[in-house]
């Protein structure tokens, strides 16, 4: 593994030195077949480009890799600098950033530090299943918390909940906003392309339970499948059952597939829908993203649907800043940028893409 390629160009070194690196592997059901590869990292806070679209500017991201296997995850390509593949290593080989707590702690506490509003599972999800085990979020939660600074949350785990008193606790300090990730509701799908998420009853019961304790969440409904969750029955069955679960808004995104994620997925697709494999190679013939028209179809259905069902598209009094359409920006652990070796406040920008 080549941690090296962690840094910025060659020339501003590793994020980390090889020997600070730990591996572990764990011989319980949940964890087989999973090495952690524990780390302390130099910096957490990462800069979104000044030239990003994003509606935040600074992003955590406290683990690399995600054992929530989903088939289509844009955020595969990263671990092909590591010299790992961005299939099975993606969803089994895990990089822990273990003092990600304390080091959030110093960076809030420096003078350069201006309180900005803070993005959190804009890369791979921070309450995925090794969340579990590691707990770093509620110190990320409580640092924020201790500095009144405004975060968001994305998320499709439904472990969040263990850290609802210090949401809680934050809201009441500071701007707090949470969103889900729900892209349909069909069990087999499911089952096929997110197999170590919560489903996606669970998903919205997170929402329910969310709401009920005052915390407004939105979900971005994502990613619509092309030919498979996007006809009109099924979005308007999503989007019911996103509204009944006390979403603020709904926000679609389609698909898109970018190198890594791309071949990963089709290799899927051959597998289990081989007729649509000529389908999506004509849709997605211009690139990684599908037509304008379509995702603008999808985005008028979806809109349609949340109107009638009273939660109302994104930009409503509950839009989480987390939530908004992917700009094309290459991810933050890219070669060129400097994901966790940025000191807050200084001008090179790490580069983001939102799930």
Known sequence: MRWDRLGHDDAAGALFGADAVTSRTFDTPEFRGITFHEIR?????NR??????MPFEWTINP???CTHACVYCFARKTHSYLDLDTGRDFDSQIVVKINAPELLRRELASPRWAGEHVAMGTNVDCYQRAEGRYRLM????AALRDRANPFSILTKGSLILRDLELLRQAARVTDVSIALSVGFTDGEMWRSVEPGTPSPETRLAVCRTLAANDIPTAVLMAPVLPFLTDTPEQLRATVRAIAAAGATSITPLVLHLRPGAREWYMAWLARNHPHLVRRYEALYAGGAYAPTWYQRRVTRHVHEFAAEFGCGPAG???RSRGLAADDGQPDGDEPGTVPDAQAPGTPEPTQLTLM
């Open 41 to 45: 990292a130099r910096t957490i806070l």
């Open 48 to 53: 979104v480009p000044g030239a990003s679209r």
């Open 63 to 65: 683990y690399r890799g």
């Open 138 to 141: 509620p110190g990320i939660i």
């Open 316 to 318: 409503g009094r509950g």
